[in-house]
């Protein structure tokens, strides 16, 4: 059975997103908890806490699917390296982010989605992954 992703259901994320403490709210997209490959939507509101983080072993994929937010990387000491503006009709709606990158985002327009893949099965983020 196919699965639809529709205006209804991105508004029913994002009215997720808006009830939740941390303002995001995701959807998880594979077919079963143990795929070799991460697939989500991810309704994110303004102000949501994102820390400036990396994945060292995948890249990732992100896709704006509505709204507005800046993707910033950063280099090892916390500068801010490069922010590219992503938003639906955009020079960038869809940016490829390399392994090891450390990265994070300002979400800019509240009901803001997007897209993100990612290599082998979910795990969070170590502490070593996340930027103090």
Not at 15 to 24: F, I, T
Not at 43 to 61: C, D, K, N, Q
Not at 83 to 103: F, N, R, T, Y
Request: charge should be negative; hydrophobic fraction near 35%; include cysteine.
């Amino acid at each position: 059975m196919n699965m639809r992703i529709t205006q209804e259901t991105l508004n029913h994320l994002t009215a997720q997103a808006k009830a939740s403490e941390r303002l995001r709210m995701s959807l998880d997209l594979r077919t079963a908890s143990d795929e070799q490959s991460q697939r989500m939507l991810n309704a994110v509101e303004p102000g949501t806490p994102l820390p400036i983080h990396r994945h060292r072993t995948s890249a990732e994929t992100v896709v704006i699917v509505r709204g507005r937010l800046v993707e910033r990387f950063y280099d090892d000491g916390g500068t801010i390296t490069e922010e590219i503006l992503m938003e639906v009709g955009g020079d960038c709606p869809v940016l490829q982010i390399p392994a090891g990158q450390w990265h994070g985002i300002e979400v800019l327009e509240s009901g803001t989605v997007i897209f993100e893949a990612k290599d082998g099965a979910y795990a969070p983020l170590t502490e070593e992954d996340l930027m103090r």
